[in-house]
């Protein structure tokens, strides 16, 4: 659990849990994320009768469930299996696992610059957390680098090793766009023009958040990539990138066109 994070769930949190025994009247379990013990009551297992709580169960299983009820006094927190849904399941464990990867890139951090994580915490990833999530922060800054995070008010020195250890650590997916250029240059100097118009549109589009790469199909027509982290990012580069080599080719003379492919 991140560094800053609250001692106890609250009633209708989702929780993360280790069965760690199991009874006749119900289950024990830990909660992974606050260290604290529950019960998972028998009526709070399942809709349908239970013939065999272990049918069900069972020691060191992982579960999400929900808190019902949290007794501070008595250190009490009652919670129930039956209540969660598959999505809610689904779109728990999800951010646990992230959660999870942002905690193990915080003591990385941690590391690198010689102090607790409850330090780096304090002083860059609160700001983080609240600017874009922390895992979020840390894979924008694997993207576009120590600045998107001083940006924010990070510290120069800990944005830079947020940064390095997001680059070491984080391998961001990227979603592909691609198209076909066709260009025609019939002057003497024609291959050439069409080689710099290449190279000044790749040029001119170069960005940290994008790839652009250009293959040869059968001249005249080349076929052009765009890797970005969303479709819209990736559709804005491919449409900007082929329309430049298009320009340039028929600013020296020539012809062209582009068409996206599906």
């Not at 800990?158 to 391998?171: N, Q, S, T, W, Y």
């Not at 982290?229 to 580069?237: H, Q, S, T």
Request: charged fraction near 35%.
């Amino acid at each position: 659990m991140s560094a800053g994070s609250v001692e106890w769930p609250e009633v209708g949190d989702l929780v993360i849990v280790t069965v760690e025994s199991v009874t006749d009247y119900g289950a024990y379990v830990k909660l992974d994320e606050f260290g604290k013990r529950g019960l998972l009551h028998v009526s709070e297992i399942s809709s349908s009768w239970i013939r065999n709580i272990r049918d069900f169960v069972r020691e060191g299983q992982k579960l999400v469930l929900k808190v019902l009820r949290v007794d501070l006094d008595k250190g009490h927190i009652d919670l129930s299996l039956r209540r969660v849904t598959k999505r809610e399941k689904i779109e728990k464990i999800k951010s646990w696992k992230t959660e999870r990867k942002a905690d193990a890139l915080l003591r990385g951090v941690a590391e690198k610059v010689g102090l607790s994580v409850d330090e780096v915490y304090a002083q860059a990833g609160k700001v983080i957390d609240e600017a874009f999530g922390l895992y979020e922060g840390f894979e924008r800054a694997s993207r576009e680098g120590a600045e998107v995070l001083t940006a924010v008010g990070v510290p120069e020195v800990l944005a830079k090793a947020f940064a390095e250890v997001a680059a070491e650590r984080i391998r961001v997916k990227l979603v592909k766009v691609k198209g076909v250029i066709e260009v025609r240059c019939m002057k003497p100097n024609g291959v050439r023009v069409i080689q710099e118009a290449f190279l000044g549109a790749a040029e001119a589009e170069k960005a940290k958040d994008a790839e652009v790469r250009f293959y040869v199909v059968a001249a005249p027509k080349y076929s052009v990539e765009v890797a970005a982290e969303n479709y819209k990012r990736a559709e804005d580069v491919l449409q900007r990138v082929s329309e430049r080599v298009v320009e340039n080719v028929v600013a020296a003379g020539g012809q062209g066109s582009f068409r996206r492919e599906k």
